[in-house]
């Protein structure tokens, strides 16, 4: 405070908002692309990587339509 006060106030959570950046090793192996926003590019439905088959993805490294926090899970 600009007085020099000091205040105490109860809370419940922190919440830290971290810099993120996409996952290099997926961008460097050619499995998250531009197109893809810099995330593993699956099938929404069978989350299996759209152009090789034997790829499956789990969790806030897919290009899915959801939310990607801790508390949207």
């Given amino acids: 405070m600009k007085t020099g006060e000091l205040s ?3 809370y419940n959570a922190l919440y830290s908002l971290m810099p993120t950046t996409f996952h290099s090793n997926l ?4 499995l998250a692309t531009k197109q893809s926003n810099y995330l593993l590019d699956v099938d929404h439905e069978t989350l299996q990587h ?3 088959k034997n ?5 806030d490294v897919c290009n899915l339509p959801t939310s ?4 949207a899970s």
């Fill in 55 to 59: 790829i499956f993805g789990l969790g």
């Fill in 27 to 30: 961008v460097d192996s050619g």
């Fill in 8 to 10: 105490t106030r109860p």
């Fill in 50 to 52: 759209k152009k090789y």
């Fill in 68 to 71: 990607k926090t801790f508390w």
